[in-house]
């Protein structure tokens, strides 16, 4: 029988449970016990041995070569600023109480990036290249307990790791909103700790220019600003919110943060979105569109404009310019990425030169013309021994040769660039871009398109299982995209980046066989009280035992649920009322009551303090035979 949600029912379920006493559940000893060596990503091998190592302010670094003095130095200023005492250097071999530092040799098979971390009684031991021995410090950081001031003790085991792929970036768009150097290198930080290697940097939009080229200076003089932002997501009827953006970055303060991310082996990949996407560009430099006299703006609306570069002579000098002067202040990256997506040609369509051009060329069709255009952009970056990166649009055309595919709009784009020999960075936006919803939309900040949980970010597969044997080598890596339309402040990047990017890291990093989600939620919360030492917004996720819809088979169900950060208490309410902390607290598994209602729906939130709140969860409790009446297909338990 279907039994209506009206009024008086609504009232029946506050009854339902109208203390916050109801019937305890004895607790249950879970059987996966966690070990005690918690890292993320969840490193390729771990092998627990004997005792511990009591790192101290004695504690002595051993450099055995001088690739290891950067790691050594990071490990230190990890030190000094968490725990307020460095360790001074020795070169004595075999010192009791040490940290070394070595080169593997080649028989250790580490690969560029792997690292061995052999800790013991009285020594730790690490190898690894240059790199390899940053991330062994990034691994041995987390077996660190957060807030010690003078002796640590640290596990002693063999960890052996390594990468599962080359590519495992994290991406920022500071076109729609400007963020300041200081939280870029911040994020960076961030990123560099959990094993990323690539930062996207997405300079440029139709909503804002925020790289200063010395060639021409309008484009930071008007392109960085913006008068005002839409309000919301629809532009009818448009209403602005007056409040003016702008911002960019000077050559300085760009050579500042690349140089810092190299101290974090994190290359910077600059993004310069061409030919679409360029409406502030166009609004410095009228002259690059195909509209003679035409007032172009900084947009204020989040579609892609139609407002698009013109491909002249004079577009294809400024992009060298601008392409000469990105080169050398990104040295180290291999790539310049050009945007290539979202490209509508409508203006291309109205001019006569570009109706000419496409003849003469034999260009057809739109994606042939955006292709046509991206290769003469390919061929100017190429010049200067680099290659491009564009969205997956620019596969549709025929790409240059060397060009690596963002797949963003889904995976086909990357299963057809890997299968006409294109090296490919799998960023679906249906599991990797972070500006979605993390949870229910009524209980989230304002996000775009379908939710992403965290653990639909940790359980992306980025070789998709159509792509053969011989495409799957084309796949670099993946990369988690945070677009800024809606998100305006360094504390909005940071709640809607973590602990998603934590997610992401073990999907590029981790074996696929050493990945487990319920493992990892538990050394995630082994890692937030470090992300709470350093002032990071993450979003606390839903209680562990918490799904979007459980089904019991009696009129009782039990509720078992574990807070998602260790300081964090459980609050919850039947009543359809959101929790807070003057709520019932949960102390242990509770039994609800189904028979009323059959269905009760449970609203909770973690209270880690009174600034530290996660979002409201609500998870329905209902009963088996009614979810067979109503035909509801079992699912999989969901955690938000
Ligand atoms: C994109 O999201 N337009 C790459």
Redesign the pocket.
């Known amino acids: 029988m279907r039994i209506p949600l009206t009024k008086p029912f609504l009232a029946l379920i506050a009854l339902v449970i109208s203390s916050c006493s109801p019937p305890a559940v004895p607790p249950v000893q879970s059987p996966d016990q966690v070990g005690d060596i918690l890292i993320i990503p969840q490193p390729v091998r771990i092998v627990r041995v004997g005792g511990e190592f009591e790192l101290n302010r004695e504690t002595k670094i051993v450099v055995n070569e001088e690739a290891g003095r950067g790691a050594a130095a990071i490990l230190n200023e990890l030190l000094t600023r968490h725990h307020g005492f460095g360790l001074a250097f020795s070169d004595g071999a075999d010192i009791q109480n040490s940290i070394t530092f070595s080169q593997p040799s080649p028989a250790d098979d580490l690969g560029d990036e792997g690292y061995f971390l052999g800790i013991r009684p009285g020594r730790i031991q690490i190898v690894g290249s240059e790199r390899g021995m940053f991330y062994a410090v990034n691994s041995l950081a987390q077996l660190l307990p957060v807030g010690f001031q003078t002796a640590a003790t640290i596990p002693a085991a063999d960890i052996f790791d390594a990468p599962r792929f080359v590519y495992r970036g994290m991406h920022m768009d500071v076109a729609r909103h400007f963020m300041k150097v200081e939280f870029v290198k911040k994020f960076i930080d961030l990123l560099s700790r959990y094993k990323f290697n690539y930062f996207h940097w997405h300079l440029t939009d139709d909503q804002g220019w925020r790289i200063e080229i010395k060639k021409y200076p309008r484009l930071t003089e008007i392109g960085s600003r913006r008068r005002e932002s839409m309000v919301g997501r629809s532009e009818r009827p448009y209403v602005g919110d007056r409040i003016p953006v702008e911002g960019y970055y000077t050559q300085e303060d760009i050579r500042e943060v690349v140089a810092f991310a190299k101290s974090r082996y994190i290359t910077v990949i600059p993004e310069i979105e061409m030919p679409g996407?360029s409406a502030a560009a166009l609004a410095a430099y009228p002259e690059l569109g195909c509209r003679a006299g035409y007032k172009y703006q900084v947009q204020t609306t989040w579609a892609?404009s139609t407002n698009i570069l013109c491909p002249t002579q004079r577009t294809f000098e400024f992009i060298a310019d601008v392409v000469a002067e990105v080169v050398g202040l990104f040295p180290d990256s291999p790539y310049i990425h050009i945007?290539g997506?979202?490209v509508k040609q409508d203006q291309w369509r109205e001019s006569g030169y570009v109706t000419a051009l496409k003849r003469s060329k034999g260009l057809n069709s739109e994606p042939d013309m955006n292709a046509w255009f991206i290769r003469q952009a390919g061929r100017l970056v190429n010049a200067h021994e680099k290659s491009i990166i564009g969205?997956d649009e620019i596969v549709e055309g025929g790409a240059p040769p060397d060009a690596v595919v963002?797949s963003?709009r889904g995976e086909e784009g990357g299963i057809a660039a890997a299968r006409a020999g294109h090296k490919v960075i799998m960023?679906p936006?249906t599991f990797t871009?972070f500006d979605h919803p993390q949870g229910d939309p009524e209980f989230e900040p304002p996000g775009l398109g379908p939710q992403i949980n965290l653990r639909k970010v940790y359980e992306y597969e980025p070789i998709p299982k159509t792509m053969s044997e011989a495409d799957a080598k084309f796949v670099m890596g993946a990369q988690g995209?945070v677009?800024t339309e809606f998100i305006k402040t360094p504390r909005d990047v940071e709640y809607m980046a973590f602990p998603r990017a934590l997610a992401l890291a073990e999907v590029l990093w981790s074996k696929k066989n050493r990945r487990n989600y319920d493992g990892f939620v538990d050394r995630l919360a082994n890692e937030f009280p470090r992300l709470d030492r350093d002032n990071v917004n993450y979003r606390i996720p839903a209680p562990a035992g918490l799904g979007d819809r459980r089904f019991s088979i009696s009129e009782k169900a039990v509720v078992d649920l574990k807070s998602a950060v260790p300081n964090g208490n459980i609050y919850y309410t039947v009543d359809g009322t959101d929790p807070d902390a003057d709520s019932c607290l949960y102390q242990g598994p509770f039994v609800l009551d189904l028979a009323p209602l059959q269905m009760v729906k449970l609203r909770v939130r973690i209270i880690a303090s009174e600034t530290r709140k996660s979002p409201v969860f609500v998870a329905q409790y209902v009963r088996d035979t009614v979810a067979r009446v109503l035909k509801i297909p079992g699912r999989p338990e969901k955690s938000n």
């Open positions: 996407h892609a945007g997506d979202e969205w963002m963003w960023t936006s871009y995209c677009w």
